[in-house]
């Protein structure tokens, strides 16, 4: 009896110096979390930050180029909010015709085939609210998704150009996974 008793002293001493190391573990790794997370937040918020004025200035831009292109019957699309490596489209449209004549449609269809991330109504409307109302945005894209033009992914609320197949045999590949 004696024997077992010593033992398990001597086992609880062990675990007790493994708890007091794995606390100290745990300590640093919680100071590094903390850091790692104030680092992160100040990151979040320059890179907000700059997105605001990078907005605010491709807005900007927008609004000059359209004043610019006014006279030559071309309408810009420009991004409100960046996204990777996108050139600016331009939406071309004959002098005698008028914003109301362009085919809204057509200009949210294109915008999305820009963004293959997808986009969320309101950043639709955002790049568009020059030529198209904001519930016509939703009364396009609902007409879309209809059609099966369209995906639209729940979770992050954003619409995105359906992929069509480019060929029979694609279709046939498609046919026999499903």
């Known amino acids: 009896m004696k024997d077992e008793l010593k033992a398990v002293q001597e086992f609880v001493e062990i675990c007790k110096e493994r708890f007091t190391e ?73 002098t005698s015709t008028s914003v109301a004549d362009v085919n ?15 986009m969320t109504p309101g950043e639709v409307w955002a790049v568009l609210k020059n030529y198209i109302p904001r519930p ?8 879309l998704k209809d059609a099966d033009q369209v995906i639209y992914n729940k979770r992050r609320k954003r619409y995105s150009m359906r992929v069509a197949p480019k060929n029979e045999e694609e279709i046939k590949e498609q046919a026999s996974i499903h």
């Open 136 to 143: 016509y945005v939703y009364s396009i894209l609902k007409r």
């Open 22 to 94: 794995s606390q100290r573990r745990f300590q640093t790794a919680h100071q590094g979390l903390q850091k790692a997370q104030q680092e992160f937040a100040q990151a979040q918020l320059d890179q907000n930050n700059w997105q605001g004025v990078l907005a605010s200035e491709m807005a900007r831009l927008g609004r000059l180029q359209q004043a610019a292109q006014a006279n030559q019957g071309t309408l810009p699309i420009t991004p409100s909010v960046p996204s990777t490596a996108e050139p600016v489209k331009q939406i071309s449209a004959n």
């Open 104 to 118: 809204k449609t057509e200009m949210v269809r294109e915008l999305l085939n820009q963004h293959a991330e997808g």
